[in-house]
């Protein structure tokens, strides 16, 4: 039985999201270091549906400029509220 290599495969997401993290980390001072920016990036993953692709050049040649501004605006919403989400649960550990 031949093995397959999938190590070229990934969700298309995952870089977009890891970035936009980065960007919008400045704006939430709160969440102050890298274990809880991984956190909002597991939170913003979880709410997006996976893109699985190989090459993010043929994800983008497929794609319409409307459904690009969406997915965009889909992944900046995604961060936005994990950013949110994990400031409130440290906020809600830190008094218990």
């Known amino acids: ?9 990934y969700n298309h ?9 980065q960007k919008l980390a400045p704006q939430f001072p709160q969440i102050d270091n890298n274990d809880l920016l991984v956190d909002v990036a597991c939170v913003a993953l979880n709410r997006l549906p996976p893109r699985y692709i190989r090459h993010a050049v043929d994800f983008s040649f ?30 809600l550990h830190a008094k218990a």
Do not use: C, K, W
């Open 1 to 9: 039985m031949q093995t397959s290599d999938f190590s070229s495969l």
């Open 13 to 21: 997401h995952e870089r977009e999201v890891f970035a936009t993290v």
């Open 62 to 91: 497929y794609l319409t400029e409307p459904e690009r501004l969406e997915i965009d605006s889909a992944i900046n919403e995604s961060v936005r509220y994990a950013f949110n989400f994990v400031q409130a649960r440290r906020a």
